[in-house]
């Protein structure tokens, strides 16, 4: 293990949060409404936009150098979005609310521009491919970094993070059952617990298992974190690759309509579903993998984690917190060079946990052992104690100890663990279904956050910004010079994923 960062470096630590959640009828049945005019444009607001769905909002905050002011952020995006959306809830699990049929799920709207048109295609496209069921899950996205990290550095972390990011999985997941609707027609290993609920009895987060964002497809995409290169050529040849299955569909239908971005195995790279991205912030009309091979890694977004169906605003503090010191540890533990007996086992190892995480004397693949998950867990939280310290040393306090130890107690007593939680609600006050139960705390969270005061010039201001995002889609609109498919040929080039382009699309 290295030495952790000095406290300077460590009071500039920053983290952001994504959170998407579904809009839902006051009876717990996907709105199908559109994006509310008074939110502002989903296309180019900072704060709130949508994710798949036109009924799926997804929050929005800065980076933060504390975790208690990027949560009051987040909390204060919630009361503006709750003063606009009238009677209407926000979903707070992330499997979904009683869906209708799957083409009656809205895709997401973006307007007349090319970027916008670009957005809703990309949207049909994933409908088309995983369906419309698959996309309406929710979770929420932690971006971090830490100041100084060189690129060697952050892709050590990333493959430390992959091969432990099960505990993640353990510790916070949150879906161990679904509405009977989100599988309906489909096949399924899933139990009945009463009707109106399937779940699995062990079931830690079946978002990120085999019901959730996963793909054959992209299975066979074998991306290395052993350096930005490998990592860029993965990437590269999944957004060129025509894959057969695509290629059936086309880019367009008889009648005109767009039915995908394009025919490669991934349209663009948001659609590759890792559970943890190099990222880096990209300028106006470039692609992601390219500003990432010219600039190199800025942040990692965690994408792993499910809602917290028992938080006003779907994760707490101390998981935040938790979140921080795991990430220390994937950065400072012995990092050695993925290959791709790994990746395969960790995979593996992802699907065991999201499933049956909970099962007594469940065994992981750890190299050529077989390693009980409670004592390979321990030994990660173990580790991660002195880094706690060091965070409180340089923070001040007792929080970051206070996360370490309560993950520490989750380990050794799975009724803890939120998925354990849920199932226990459900069998209690909420023995009817997994809607009422997800109803019940999305109400009681619309109430929560209605009662806590939102400061007139706070509002104000969240306001300004809708009109000056619906302004700017405007003049996006306006400002148009190209037909859509000489932009999308454009945009699509491989010549825009390639560092050091002659000329940046814009």
């Not at 994504?18 to 607001?45: F, I, N, Q, Y």
């Not at 009677?87 to 970027?115: F, T």
């Not at 060129?240 to 971005?261: F, M, S």
């Not at 932009?487 to 940046?504: G, K, M, T």
Request: proline share 6%; aromatic share 8%.
């Amino acid at each position: 293990m290295k030495r952790a960062p000095d406290s300077t470096v460590l009071k500039a630590m920053r983290r952001g949060i994504e959170k998407e959640s579904l809009r839902v009828r006051p009876d717990g049945r996907l709105s199908s409404t559109p994006h509310p005019a008074a939110l502002g444009s989903a296309l180019t607001h900072p704060h709130i936009t949508t994710d798949f769905s036109e009924s799926q909002l997804e929050l929005i905050t800065d980076p933060h150098a504390s975790v208690e002011a990027c949560l009051e952020e987040l909390t204060q995006i919630h009361q503006f979005v709750y003063d606009v959306i009238g009677e209407e809830l926000l979903w707070g699990s992330s499997m979904p609310c009683g869906l209708p049929a799957d083409d009656a799920i809205p895709i997401g709207q973006y307007g007349r521009s090319n970027i916008g048109r670009a957005k809703t295609v990309y949207r049909t496209g994933l409908a088309n491919r995983y369906g419309r069921r698959m996309q309406a899950i929710s979770g929420i996205h932690y971006n971090w970094s830490l100041p100084g990290l060189t690129e060697a550095e952050y892709f050590a972390l990333l493959r430390n993070f992959r091969r432990h990011g099960w505990l993640l999985f353990y510790l916070f997941g949150a879906s161990p059952a679904v509405c009977p609707s989100f599988v309906a027609g489909h096949p399924h290993d899933l139990r009945e617990l009463r009707p109106g609920t399937l779940y699995l009895p062990y079931a830690t987060t079946l978002r990120m298992g085999r019901l959730g964002y996963q793909s054959e497809a992209q299975d066979s995409i074998a991306a290395s974190f052993n350096h930005l290169e490998s990592y860029g050529a993965a990437l590269e040849d999944a957004l060129t690759r025509v894959w057969p299955a695509y290629e059936k569909i086309g880019v367009q239908g008889k009648n005109g309509d767009y039915l995908q971005l394009s025919t490669a195995l991934l349209q663009i790279e948001n659609e590759f579903y890792g559970k943890i991205r190099p990222k880096c912030i990209i300028r106006s009309g470039e692609r992601p993998l390219h500003a990432l091979r010219e600039r190199g890694v800025e942040y990692v977004e965690v994408r792993l984690m499910d809602l917290d169906p028992f938080s006003p605003i779907g994760i707490t503090a101390p998981v935040c917190r938790f979140l921080d010191v795991f990430l220390l540890h994937c950065l400072l533990a012995d990092s050695p060079p993925d290959t791709p007996d790994e990746i395969g086992a960790v995979g593996r190892n992802q699907e065991k946990v999201a499933a049956r995480g909970r099962e007594p004397g469940l065994r992981l693949e750890r190299g050529s052992q077989q390693l009980a998950l409670e004592e390979w867990g321990g030994q990660l939280i173990a580790e991660c104690a002195p880094l706690a310290a060091q965070l409180d040393a340089a923070l001040g306090g007792s929080a970051y100890r206070h996360a370490q130890a309560a993950a520490a107690a989750a380990l050794a007593d799975p009724a803890l663990t939120p998925s354990a939680r849920v199932l226990a609600s459900m069998a209690g006050q909420h023995a009817d279904s997994y809607t009422t139960f997800a109803l019940a705390h999305s109400r009681a969270h619309r109430a929560t956050l209605s009662a806590l005061p939102l400061p007139a010039a706070l509002a104000g201001r969240f306001a300004a910004m809708a009109q000056e995002s619906l302004a700017k889609q405007q003049r996006m609109e306006m400002g148009d010079a190209l037909p859509f498919e000489q932009w999308r040929e454009q945009y699509l080039s491989v010549d825009q994923l390639r560092p050091h382009a002659r000329e940046q699309f814009r």
